[in-house]
Antibody, heavy 118, light 108 residues
Framework: QLVQSGPEVKKPGASVKVSCKTS????????LSWVRQAPGQGLEWMAWINGYNGNTSFAQKVRGRVIMTTDTSTNTAYMELRSLRSDDTAVYYC?????????????WGQGTLVTISS | DIQMTQSPSSLSASVGDRVAISCRASQNIYSYLNWYQQKPGKAPELLISAASSLQSGVPSRFSGSGSGTDFTLTISSLQPEDFATYYC??????????FGQGTKVEIK
């Protein structure tokens, strides 16, 4: 199970931190990705973190603005997005990812709506 | 980045119809292609991984095929609960994954 933090409203230029608390599996045996969906739009993969060694990978569009961290004591992952812009308004999902080929997202959080508004 | 192109963007079909959705990759992704179903207001759900491997609990009317750059999701007999948006996603290479733009399946 993946349970995300609640909705956020932020101003342009601010930062937001979304959490994803996992349970029911060995956190270090899987990776975790963040996927976002702007209103009425498709899915956009953002980032991935290896639950075992903390290695990360980012989509070019958000590279440099996203920080992913994990707290292995609570099996929780965090995604912080900085320098927010209006086009960052979206529902942000965390999704469990296999740690090796073939990669896929088999469990998803419920989504967190982040609204950027002045 | 690898680009994924789905076709059609939307389709109208009736219950019982056979439906096929195409997904094309901008370069060879071998069989590293997954399919998801998303209903309004809900998180996506994994249907098929590695091009053709049906996930546990997914009805057998769903099937996937293809390799290299061309892939297809087929629903053999469309059911009322299948009206949704479907996304392909490539998982080739180091984690730098991309989704197709989605195909919305609507009731005719």
């Amino acid at each position: 199970q993946l349970v995300q933090s609640g909705p956020e409203v932020k101003k342009p230029g601010a930062s937001v931190k979304v959490s994803c608390k996992t349970s029911g599996y060995i956190f270090a045996s899987f990776g975790l990705s963040w996927v976002r969906q702007a209103p009425g739009q498709g899915l956009e993969w953002m980032a991935w973190i290896n639950g075992y060694n903390g290695n990360t990978s980012f989509a070019q569009k958000v590279r440099g603005r996203v920080i992913m961290t994990t707290d292995t004591s609570t099996n929780t992952a965090y995604m912080e997005l900085r320098s927010l812009r209006s086009d960052d308004t979206a529902v942000y999902y965390c999704a469990r990812a296999r740690a090796s080929y073939p990669y896929y997202f088999d469990y998803w959080g419920q989504g967190t709506l982040v609204t950027i508004s002045s | 980045d690898i680009q994924m192109t789905q076709s059609p963007s939307s389709l109208s079909a009736s219950v019982g119809d056979r439906v096929a959705i195409s997904c094309r990759a901008s370069q060879n992704i071998y069989s590293y292609l997954n399919w998801y179903q998303q209903k309004p207001g809900k998180a996506p759900e994994l249907l098929i991984s590695a091009a053709s491997s049906l996930q546990s609990g997914v009805p057998s009317r769903f099937s996937g095929s293809g390799s290299g750059t061309d892939f297809t999701l087929t629903i053999s007999s469309l059911q009322p609960e299948d009206f949704a948006t479907y996304y392909c996603q490539q998982s080739s290479g180091t984690p730098a994954w991309t989704f197709g733009q989605g195909t919305k399946v609507e009731i005719k």
